[in-house]
Nanobody, 116 residues
Framework: QVQLVESGGGLVQPGGSLRLSCAGS????????MRWYRQAPGKERRLVAG????????NYSDAVKGRFTISRDNVKNIVYLQMNNLQPEDTAVYYC?????????WGQGTQVTVSS
């Protein structure tokens, strides 16, 4: 059974940090490109960051570039999203995504709320 389980969300003050984790199981994690998306209330789900199955290349949305860092551990089958200098506009449900050719899996999401 394929599972992507996110954790690490919560309430944080502006300027604070959080690290999201997404644990994958039931598929060959190392073969999949991994991505983080987010969806704010009333808005579309948008790509935040991506990391390929192999190689050092990463991509980030302009909104998070310089503040967020995506990384992965193919031994533990976990992808991380380190989020620094969080702002209220970062408030959203964050979703983990795994993609390999026609195969695509989603996690259930974790809420991140940035508020004073």
């Amino acid at each position: 059974q394929v599972q992507l389980v996110e954790s690490g969300g919560g309430l944080v003050q502006p300027g604070g940090s959080l690290r999201l984790s997404c644990a994958g199981s039931g598929f060959t994690f190392s073969r999949f490109d991994m991505r983080w998306y987010r969806q704010a209330p009333g808005k579309e789900r948008r790509l935040v960051a991506g990391i390929p199955s192999v190689g050092a290349r990463r991509n980030y949305s302009d909104a998070v570039k310089g503040r967020f860092t995506i990384s992965r551990d193919n031994v533990k089958n976990i992808v991380y999203l380190q989020m620094n200098n969080l702002q209220p506009e970062d408030t959203a449900v964050y979703y983990c995504n795994a993609i390999y050719g026609p195969l695509q899996y989603w996690g259930q999401g974790t809420q991140v709320t940035v508020s004073s």
